[in-house]
Structure formats: C-alpha cells, structure tokens
C-alpha cells in the first residue's frame, strides 16, 4: 500500500545505514568510527581519522607514514584549477563556490572509477583550494603545501606563509576529527543519493559541498563569528539577543534538528576552545564567547518552552577556528531569519538525516 505522508525532513523515515558514526540525539552521544567522539578527538591526528573512516580500523605506524605521503602527493594543485580559485576570488564568490569548482576541477585526470584514489585526492586537495583562495582575496600569491607538514598544519601553513604553533595545530586536528562524520546529515544524504546512482565520488562530494554551504548547515560558523564579533564590540549580548528574537531571526550557533542536549561535538570544541584561549585571551574574546552563551540559552528557554534549543557544534566551531587564526567566511553571505515564513527552506535533516 501506498504512503502519500509527506515528512519534512524524512523525519521519522530510515532511508541507509551508515557504520562511520552513529548518533544518538536524546543522550547527546557520538561514536565515530567505533570511538566516542571525545576520544577519538582528543587523541587522533586528522590523517589516523581519515584512515580510520576509509579503512575500518586505525592505522599501525607504517601505514601512517604511507598515508601521510599519500596525502601529501595528491595536495597540490596545477595551474588551471588555480585559474578556477583565482577566478572566484577576484568575483568573490563564496569561499564554499571556490572549494566546489576547485574540487571539480582538481579530480581532472584522477581515475573516477577509483573511489579510494578519488577519496584521498578530494580530502587532500580541499585546505589547497581554500588557502589559495583565501590569498587571492588578499592580493597575495599561494603558498606551495610543505610535505614535511602534518594536513592540519599544511592548511595553517599555506594560509599564513608561517609555521603554525602546536596549540593552534592540535586545535584545528580537534575540530577537524570532531566534524569528520555525523550520521546521514544534510550533506551526506546529498552524496548518498548521487553515489546511489552510480555516478562517481567526485560528483557526490561536489554536491554535498552545495548542501554544506547552506547557512542552517556547514554555513554556521561564518555568520556565528560575525554575531560573537559584534557582541563583543557591544559588550551587550542581552541587547543583541533579544534584538535578534525580536526581530524573528534565529540564534546561529543554537538549536539542532536530532539533538535535544547539548551537542557533544560542542563539549569537545569548547574544552579544545577553552585550552587554547587559556593564558592567551588578552582582549577578552573568549570570555565573550562564553558569557553569549549563557545570556543565549536563557533567551532561548524562554522564548520556546516547548522546544529545547541547545549549543550546537558550529557555536564552539567559530571561536575556536577563529582562535587558531582561520579568517572568518567572506561574501555574499545571507542571514537567515526564522524558517518557511521568511522564505527559508527548512534543513533536509532528522533522525535519518542527521546535522
Ligand atoms: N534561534 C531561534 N529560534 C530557533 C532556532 C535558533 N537557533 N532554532 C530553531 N528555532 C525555532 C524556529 O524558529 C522554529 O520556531 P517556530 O516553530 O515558531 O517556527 C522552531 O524553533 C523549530 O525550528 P525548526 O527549523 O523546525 O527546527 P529544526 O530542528 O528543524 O532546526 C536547525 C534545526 C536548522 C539547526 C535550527 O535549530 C537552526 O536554524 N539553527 C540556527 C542555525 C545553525 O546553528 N545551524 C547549524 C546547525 S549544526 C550543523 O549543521 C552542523
């Protein structure tokens, strides 16, 4: 028998399995690769979580140095996809734009009917396209990636010209092996349905960089610096707050389509957050981003009883990011108000598909 119920979001609606990560929103848990979140973030590099997703299992220390090499042959780029980044960079096109079009372009040549190799490339290539573009925007040449350096580092590297620190390393491989899966969100169910075709990898994950761009997914954190940015110019975050809700925009940063407690990708990244701000927050920018917090989550409770709008990843993403030196998001950015009403399409996502 035919079921005509339309279920926004597929909520309710199991659509795949997925033995990357399993998430579970009423206890606010999240294994990745079989780990808890907090562990495998607190302990792994980016390269032995990548590994670690493609492979099943982590890597013995040869099969580290093979994947590190690996990774740093597919990290640079030719001269016709520069042509792409520079080329969105001087339109300023969103970053998210560049990383899209680069991508596509630097799987030119790269064997598609090889997802591992076209997996390795893609995940390589991506902090290559971004600082490049990041540079273009500020009139300045890219920065060759070192192969001497770890991923986390290269990206530091190439945005800068300058050896990262350590702190600024071992936070930026925290986030990058906090967010490296989560269930089937908006993203991954994008390139599960292109993939469930048949078609190839570089074409899933191109659009699921479309999908990530979204300001209600991935897109979070550019206008959640903006906000944590100008509250702290303010020094007035109860002011901001209910001008916001006033204004029936929504807090970025807060609020999750499975978790109904705090995310525990947040309680990672602030922990990472707060180690990397401690002895170091001169002109009091975390204890900004904190003291948001709090006023938000009051606000919150009280202008929706009924609907437990907590932390979500992207808040702690932003001061974090931000602390290791990543610039904010640039361009064209929308903010979104609150939902259908105002014209916004509601984040395809829930217990099948997962933010
Ligand atoms: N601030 C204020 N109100 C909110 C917020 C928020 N952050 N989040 C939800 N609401 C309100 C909505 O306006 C809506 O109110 P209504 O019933 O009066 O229309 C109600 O709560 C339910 O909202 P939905 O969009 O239906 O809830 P859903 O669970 O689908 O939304 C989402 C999840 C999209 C993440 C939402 O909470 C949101 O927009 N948050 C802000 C953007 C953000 O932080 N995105 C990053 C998410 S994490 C990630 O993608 C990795």
Redesign the pocket.
């Known amino acids: 028998m035919t079921d005509d119920t339309v279920r ?2 597929l909520e309710g609606v199991t659509v795949a399995e997925t033995r990357l990560s399993r998430v579970d929103g009423e206890a606010g848990e999240l294994l990745v690769g079989g780990y808890p979140v907090e562990t495998l973030a607190g302990n792994a590099s980016f390269e032995e979580a990548v590994y670690l997703l493609f492979e099943d299992r982590l890597p013995t220390g040869r099969e580290l140095d093979r994947f590190r090499s690996e990774l740093a042959a597919h990290r640079t780029l030719d001269e016709e996809v520069h042509g792409v980044v520079r080329r969105a960079a001087a339109d300023g096109d969103p970053a998210m734009d560049a990383l899209r079009m680069g991508v596509a372009a630097a799987s030119l040549g790269i064997d598609a009917e090889d997802p591992r190799t076209a997996a390795t490339r893609v995940v390589a290539v991506a902090p290559t396209i971004v600082a490049a573009y990041w540079r273009y925007r500020q009139d300045e040449a890219p920065i060759e990636p070192d192969p001497d350096l770890s991923h986390a580092a290269n990206y530091l590297y190439m945005l800068t010209g300058e050896r990262p620190s350590d702190a600024a390393v071992r936070g930026l491989e925290t986030y990058l092996a906090t ?1 490296i899966d ?1 269930g089937l ?2 993203s991954t169910f994008t390139a599960r349905t292109v993939v469930s075709t048949e078609s190839d990898l570089v074409s899933a994950g191109t659009a699921a960089i479309g999908t ?1 761009k ?7 954190p550019g ?2 610096l903006d906000m944590l940015q100008s509250v702290h110019e303010s020094g007035d975050p109860e002011g901001f707050v209910r001008d ?2 006033d204004a ?11 978790y109904r407690v705090r ?1 525990p ?1 947040a309680a990672v990244l602030s922990s990472a957050a707060e180690r990397f701000y401690a002895g170091t927050d001169e002109d009091g920018f975390y204890e900004t981003v904190e003291q948001f917090e709090s006023v ?1 989550l009051d606000a ?1 409770a009280e ?2 009883p009924d ?1 437990r ?1 907590a932390t ?4 702690y ?1 932003a001061a974090l990011l931000h602390g290791v030196g990543i610039p904010g998001t640039c361009s064209r950015r929308r903010s ?1 108000s ?4 105002a014209g ?1 399409p ?2 395809w ?2 217990s099948t598909t997962t ?1």
Do not use: Q
């Open positions: 926004p979001g967010v989560h969100n908006a990530l979204g300001p209600l997914h991935g897109g979070a206008p959640v916001r809700l029936g925009e929504r807090l970025m940063g807060f609020g999750h389509r499975v995310d990708r938000a919150l202008h929706k609907r709008l979500n990843v992207e808040f993403t979104p609150a939902g259908r009403a916004w509601t984040v996502s829930n933010d």
